[in-house]
């Protein structure tokens, strides 16, 4: 991809080699949709891309938190949190994250004749409205696991285990009404704490302030707070950092993610902020919890 600003300390890409491209191409089981190259970038202020020329990949853009603008041939949009979009191929295009309020991003650019029909099913800003049965995170994992598989050594077995992943990744967006009607709707989901933590655990990358979860849940502020603290012994923001730093542990364990990356994954824009935070809760710094090869 022809990115005009680069150098972001915190994104992480993986561009698939022409050689493997070629082998997808015809491969029978997976040549009809398949990945060409992948990202992340967190809270990316100067973050810029553009193809004046017509791009041969469709391009996934799935934004988390913050926001940014897309000019699409003759169209101007806004992709703001909660919201993903495809570029079709043959378009030229430029996105660029907001100088405001700068956007979390992942991206997915992808080819084979399956992606016409992701395309022209996305081609508009579509919601992914967080709520209790949205599973974002499950989302998150799925883009993980296909990120994970195509780190290290390459063979076909890697590539087409990633390319059934991204047709599950896509379809998920797709069929987002789909998803929600599918998940049983047990009663344990209604208290307020599972709710919570839910919606916590949907929006783990965000820097969510209590407002946003109180309304979430339909209380007041003051309410919330006092009935959340009751139930779990711990003040709502508090209850959110400890469930950033428990992932970020997990991050560390499988993953091979820098520490500045993860921090950045996790919403954390200082990183000291998050080491020191980090020492605090687990009682070693980061790198130390790394070294000493805990297991889950």
């Known amino acids: 991809m022809n990115k005009i600003d680069i150098g972001f300390p915190c994104e992480r890409c993986i561009a698939i080699p022409q050689p493997f491209l070629d082998l997808m ?167 307020l704490v599972n709710r919570v933590t839910q919606y916590m655990s949907d929006n783990i990358e965000r820097n969510l302030t209590l407002k946003e979860i109180a309304s979430f849940v339909g209380y007041s502020e003051s309410y919330f707070y006092r009935r959340f603290i009751k139930e779990t012994g711990r003040a709502p923001i508090d209850y959110f950092i400890h469930m950033k730093i428990n992932k970020a542990s997990v991050y560390l364990i499988k993953t091979s993610m820098s520490v500045a990356q993860i921090a950045a994954k996790l919403g954390f824009s200082n990183p000291d902020y998050f080491s020191r935070t980090f020492k605090r809760i687990i009682g070693l710094s980061a790198t130390e919890f790394r070294k000493q090869d805990f297991r889950l």
Not at 37 to 44: D, F, K, P, R
Not at 152 to 181: K, M, P, S, T, W
């Open 25 to 191: 191409h015809d491969n029978p089981l997976t040549g009809d949709l398949y990945i060409h190259s992948l990202g992340h970038i967190a809270n990316a202020v100067f973050h810029r891309v553009s193809h004046s020329q017509a791009s041969k990949q469709h391009i996934f853009l799935y934004c988390t938190a913050g926001k940014g603008n897309i000019i699409l041939g003759n169209k101007k949009l806004v992709l703001t949190a909660n919201q993903c979009i495809i570029l079709p191929a043959g378009v030229p295009h430029e996105y660029a994250s907001d100088q405001s309020d700068p956007w979390t991003l992942y991206w997915i650019a992808f080819m084979g004749a399956k992606g016409v029909i992701f395309a022209n099913a996305m081609g508009e800003p579509n919601d992914v409205p967080p709520s209790i049965y949205s599973r974002i995170e499950q989302r998150l994992e799925l883009f993980e696991t296909m990120y994970a598989c195509l780190c290290g050594e390459l063979n076909i077995e890697r590539l087409n285990y990633a390319n059934i992943v991204l047709a599950h990744f896509l379809i998920v967006f797709l069929q987002v009404d789909l998803v929600h009607y599918s998940i049983e709707r047990k009663q344990h989901v209604d208290s």
